[in-house]
T-cell receptor, first 113, second 114 residues
Framework: EAGVTQFPSHSVIEKGQTVTLRCDPI?????LYWYRRVMGKEIKFLLH????????ESGMPNNRFLAERTGGTYSTLKVQPAELEDSGVYFC?????FGYGYTFGSGTRLTVV | AQSVSQHNHHVILSEAASLELGCNYS??????LFWYVQYPGQHLQLLLK??????LVKGIKGFEAEFIKSKFSFNLRKPSVQWSDTAEYFC????????????FGPGTRLSVLP
């Protein structure tokens, strides 16, 4: 079974540019989560999709971040415009309808210069 | 709000030494408890989890953890570490429903010297 796939694995962009991160969950997983870890800090929850709907977006830091989940399959997280403090590792995870099989992707390391 | 603390930022051990990583959480209700590991260049992997029942849980690779409800703790242990255990370890909790989001601790980096 394929795991949770994230790409790109690394991205280096300049301040003010736009970046889009993608997450492909495990097939059949209704729940999809985004987390991020900024340098030296905890891994923090950003938001949670159930299928294509946002169940909880309480962790989104500000309106420069936009997450979508087209057709309840893959998800994208867009940062526009990127700021220096957005640098970190962005993790995606997915789980089944009842929360089983919670699996993390390998993350996207974002560096804003 | 839930919070998780881990006692050590960086632990350095020699091979065959015993390991104990401390984790405390702050939440008044029912919680599920987890330890995740991230090996260099790899994704987060589940080591073990506690939902209910026996407070001593065994995980993969010889790790175990003990839930002590009165102390709000969930410490990770391994009797004899190996060089391949070098990684970052994260304690995490979620409340009630396993499908909810996690609250992570800040992580403990373990370096095992050969």
């Amino acid at each position: 079974e394929a795991g949770v796939t994230q790409f790109p694995s690394h991205s280096v962009i300049e301040k003010g540019q736009t970046v889009t991160l993608r997450c492909d969950p495990i097939s059949g997983h209704d729940n999809l989560y985004w987390y991020r870890r900024v340098m030296g800090k905890e891994i923090k929850f950003l938001l949670h999709f159930v299928k294509e709907s946002k169940q909880d977006e309480s962790g989104m830091p500000n309106n420069r971040f936009l997450a979508e989940r087209t057709g309840g399959t893959y998800s994208t997280l867009k940062v526009q415009p990127a700021e220096l403090e957005d640098s970190g590792v962005y993790f995606c995870a997915s789980s089944t309808q009842f929360g089983y099989g919670y699996t993390f992707g390998s993350g996207t390391r974002l560096t804003v210069v | 709000a839930q919070s998780v603390s881990q006692h050590n930022h960086h632990v350095i051990l020699s091979e065959a030494a015993s390991l104990e990583l401390g984790c405390n959480y702050s939440y008044g209700g029912t919680v599920n408890l987890f330890w995740y590991v991230q090996y260099p260049g790899q994704h987060l992997q589940l080591l073990l989890k506690y939902f209910s029942g026996d407070p001593l849980v065994k995980g993969i690779k010889g790790f175990e953890a003990e839930f002590i409800k009165s102390k709000f703790s969930f410490n990770l242990r391994k009797p004899s570490v190996q060089w391949s255990d070098t990684a970052e370890y994260f304690c995490a909790v979620n409340a009630g429903n396993y499908g909810q989001n996690f609250v992570f601790g800040p992580g403990t980096r373990l370096s095992v010297l050969p």
